[in-house]
């Protein structure tokens, strides 16, 4: 049986500004991803929207350079040069877009895995779903809890600020599952 090409894009803000950030727990995800793979490191790729890109037998992974709430466009871009890359129209056909991101709702190193459906109200999200017009995607999200405030200013305080040590371990902790889930997407 032939394995489904898989593009998985992780969401966040640009480093190193805001590496490590809980906003960015999507881009923490993908790189614990690519050490568990042993892909080559990232590097930037003009064709792919100047994100970060890196490639093995499986999966190919690949980092937004855009600030989180402008996502789509670039992502969009990358996409279509990804499904362009592919040598078949088998391939293009079945290919998977996945898309990393942070879930302010989520109990920090909670996953949530979802096909379709509304953004929830994360703006990352909402870009990516208006550029695609229509493209199905899977998206995960990355719990990184929430602070007790809503306030708007407080929220983003905390989505803003760095992962202590052992927050950002509950993130990493999530590479495992995440990964035999998107073996899964692969084989189906």
């Known amino acids: 049986m032939a394995l489904r090409p898989i593009f998985v894009a992780s969401l966040g803000n640009p480093s190193p500004a805001y590496k ?9 995800v993908i790189e ?3 050490e568990l793979l042993f892909y080559p490191a990232f590097a930037r790729d003009k064709s792919y929207g100047k994100g970060l890109l890196t490639r093995g037998q499986l999966f190919t992974l690949w980092q937004s350079p855009s600030l989180m709430n402008d996502s789509g466009k670039l992502l969009v871009t990358s996409w279509k040069a990804f499904l362009n890359d592919l040598p078949t129209a ?3 056909l079945s ?3 996945v898309i990393l991101h942070d879930d302010l709702e989520g109990q920090l190193g909670k996953v949530k895995i979802k096909a379709g459906g509304s953004a929830k109200g994360h703006n990352g999200i909402k870009d990516c779903m208006l ?3 229509g493209v199905e995607f899977t998206r995960i999200g990355i719990g990184i809890g929430r602070p007790l405030s809503r306030e708007s200013a407080d929220v983003a305080a905390y989505v803003l600020r760095k992962m202590k040590t052992e927050e950002k371990q509950k993130v990493y902790d999530t590479c495992g599952p995440i990964l035999e889930a998107l073996n899964n997407m692969a084989e189906s």
């Open 20 to 28: 490590d950030t809980f906003h960015s727990a999507g881009h923490t």
């Open 32 to 34: 614990g991803l690519r």
């Open 90 to 92: 088998e391939e293009r």
């Open 95 to 97: 290919a998977k877009l």
């Open 131 to 133: 550029r695609l017009q």
